[in-house]
């Protein structure tokens, strides 16, 4: 149980372009996911917060013109980068939680910007 | 959330316990404490979580001091592919987990 997914795994694209990764709780209710992001050799640091049918909570220093999360349902979460550049290059991962429980993590999305 | 401390590496032998500190002097009476770890290019993966009481389950014991001020975790019989950082972290309910830096585990044969 308590499994999320992400899509794609990995993705290369142009400077200038966008880029949507998908996050899903396959076997339970996440009414709340979570956006992360992990440069090499570094830790995760948190980008923003979504509850289910709400506008996402951005950590400071997080464009969220750039940076667009969108949670329509209760097991979907999407983020998309917006006109992206070489330093957007990272590796994106998600989790998902229900209600108050533990937090439980995607496989991460990882993203090259040529 | 409180503050944890990590030592940044530790090395286990193969089939050995490994036991893996941490300390969170300043955490509060309802923060939970937390145990993830991430093996190269994977998401962090759930290992245990515990309050105040010792607990266990088929990845992993968590002993927690009576004053909760520092915690342990053990993984009875280490693997190779128990090589990975172990994040410990302080949290109240469903608020977000901030990662340390910290543990890097290596299991050698």
């Known amino acids: 149980g308590a499994v999320v997914s992400q899509h794609p795994s990995w993705v290369i694209c142009k400077s200038g372009t966008s880029v949507k990764i998908e996050c899903r709780s396959l076997?339970?209710?996440?009414?709340?996911m979570f956006w992360y992001r992990q440069f090499p050799k570094q830790s995760l640091m948190l980008m923003a917060t979504?509850?289910?049918?709400?506008?996402?909570?951005?950590e400071q220093g997080v464009e969220k013109d750039k940076f667009l999360i969108n949670h329509a349902s209760l097991t979907l979460s999407t983020l998309t980068v917006t006109s992206a550049h070489p330093e957007d290059s990272s590796f994106y991962i998600c989790?998902?939680?229900?209600?108050?429980?533990?937090?439980?993590f995607g496989p991460g999305t990882r993203l090259t910007v040529l | 959330d409180a503050k944890t401390t990590q030592p940044p590496s530790m090395d286990c032998a193969e089939g050995r316990a490994a036991n893996l500190p941490c300390n969170h002097s300043?955490?509060?009476?309802?923060?939970?404490v937390y145990w993830y770890r991430q093996i190269h290019s994977q998401g962090p993966q759930y290992i245990i979580h515990?309050?105040?009481n010792n607990e266990t389950n088929e990845m992993a014991s968590l002993i927690i001091t009576e004053d909760r001020k520092s915690s342990t975790l053990i993984l009875p019989h280490a693997t190779l592919r128990d090589t990975a950082v172990y994040y410990c972290?302080?949290?109240?309910?469903?608020?977000?987990?901030?990662f340390g830096t910290g543990t890097r585990l290596t299991v050698i044969p």
């Open positions: 989790s998902a939680a229900h209600d108050r429980e533990s937090q439980y």
């Open positions: 076997d339970f209710q996440a009414t709340t």
């Open positions: 979504s509850n289910e049918g709400s506008k996402a909570t951005y």
């Open positions: 300043t955490i509060s009476g309802n923060e939970y």
């Open positions: 515990g309050l105040k």
């Open positions: 972290i302080v949290r109240t309910g469903a608020n977000n987990l901030f």
